[in-house]
């Protein structure tokens, strides 16, 4: 790679603080993160006067913050900006927000609600939904593959999973679009005081739709996952209204919204590398695997997320102090040369693999790793190994988010014999 010239006098973390930098093509933004790997120290990106957060940019850096728990805390919130204590107030803290006991308790509420009975039933559930959704894709020969596909698998996934009534689903999928799109986007002055903002407003409707189905359940439980959250009793405890709002609209908009930006980049990353492809479909059980965990290092959907200082630590050569904010750029530690060869190059074979986009270990590892990778491998396999197959047309409509690596549209067209 080569790498952009420094402007003289240029603060080296001034760059990711401008808007303008996350709309330049993805090979700009690459480059720009390999420059700030090179230095010898984190550099200091600015937010406004007095405020900024230190980018952690190196493979090893951001592991070694997410494994340390106790120094690098969540709390107060990990997406820039932070999460404003109202709105903290009013839709309750997300367990990616959480540390210490309170983040464990609602993990060990969590996990024991995803049953091996419950795990297996979703795994066959993902197989069905991917060979209908070809199958549709097949009859009705749509051009735009994110609302077409991507977003379609995720989103039956989680809801058949949860338990969500079918005349409730067309309205989450509206809402969780509604409460993801402005994310790490640049807006106007006028969307950015809309309050409480379209947003929110989607983020409230969803969570007051899932705690009355909460309610129900724990009169009449059911064989699903809100079932299992609020009638559990680990250590005395369930799943309140407030915690399973907020839990949902976790797993709605990030569940949804990562594992079909992964689908959508790893369409385009197969169709830009036939040879790959080729491949792939040479064995699909032997290679899919490797396939699946290198489109997600190769396009890591989260792009960043912040921690807080709560202690004294020194890393990468830089004392940090309490309160200090750091930012740890999963999509600069996924192409770190000191950990992946040639690490611009898609290769499905890549062995080792250990890629952060799934986050850098410790306790706030994602939850939805293993079903992630099993919907991803299910839809590929659909998708490649049909009569008819798939091809991206053109580039993918991204966002400019600074936080996901969002995909708006993305056109594709059949491959004809």
């Not at 760059?15 to 550099?43: D, I, S, T």
Request: charged content about 25%; proline content about 8%.
């Amino acid at each position: 790679m080569t790498l952009p010239a420094q402007r003289p006098g240029q603060d080296p973390g001034r760059e990711l603080a401008e808007p303008g930098f996350w709309l330049q093509p993805p090979a700009h933004r690459l480059a720009a993160f390999a420059r700030l790997r090179a230095l010898e120290a984190p550099v200091f990106v600015p937010e406004g006067p007095g405020h900024g957060h230190w980018a952690l940019v190196r493979h090893a850096h951001v592991q070694e913050a997410s494994r340390l728990p106790k120094v690098f805390a969540s709390a107060p919130g990990v997406t820039t900006p932070e999460p404003a204590r109202w709105v903290r107030a009013l839709f309750g803290d997300s367990m990616v927000n959480l540390d210490g006991p309170d983040h464990a308790q609602l993990r060990k509420i969590v996990q024991r609600a995803f049953t091996p009975r419950l795990l297996a039933a979703a795994e066959a559930d993902i197989h069905a939904v991917a060979a209908r959704i070809v199958d549709d894709v097949l009859a009705e020969q749509p051009d735009e593959f994110v609302s077409a596909v991507a977003s379609r698998l995720p989103l039956e996934v989680i809801c058949n999973m949860m338990g969500i009534p079918e005349h409730h689903r067309p309205e989450i999928a509206d809402r969780v679009n509604h409460a993801s799109e402005n994310i790490g986007v640049e807006r106007g002055l006028a969307a950015r005081l809309r309050m409480p903002g379209r947003g929110l407003r989607a983020l409230a409707r969803m969570q007051r739709m899932v705690a009355g189905i909460g309610r129900e359940r724990r009169k009449n439980p059911a064989d699903d996952l809100i079932s299992a959250l609020v009638c559990a009793n680990v250590d005395g405890q369930a799943l309140g209204a407030r915690q399973l709002g907020a839990f949902f609209s976790l797993l709605m908009v990030a569940g949804v919204e990562t594992t079909r930006n992964a689908i959508t980049h790893g369409l385009t990353l197969l169709t830009d590398h036939p040879g790959q492809r080729d491949l792939l479909l040479s064995d699909f059980e032997e290679h899919a695997d490797g396939a699946v965990d290198e489109m997600i290092r190769h396009s890591t959907p989260i792009i960043q997320f912040r921690r807080t200082l709560a202690t004294e630590h020194t890393l990468g050569g830089h004392d940090f102090r309490p309160g200090d904010k750091v930012v740890l750029y999963y999509a600069s530690a996924n192409r770190d040369e000191a950990v992946f060869p040639d690490p611009d190059a898609f290769d499905i074979t890549r062995s080792p693999n250990p890629h952060l986009g799934f986050g850098g270990g410790g306790p706030h590892f994602c939850l939805g790793a293993h079903l992630a990778r099993v919907e991803m491998k299910a839809l590929f396999r659909e998708l490649l190994t049909r009569p008819v197959g798939l091809r991206a047309v053109g580039l993918p409509d991204l966002a400019g988010s600074n936080f996901d690596n969002r995909v708006r549209s993305l056109k594709f067209a059949f491959e004809r014999p």
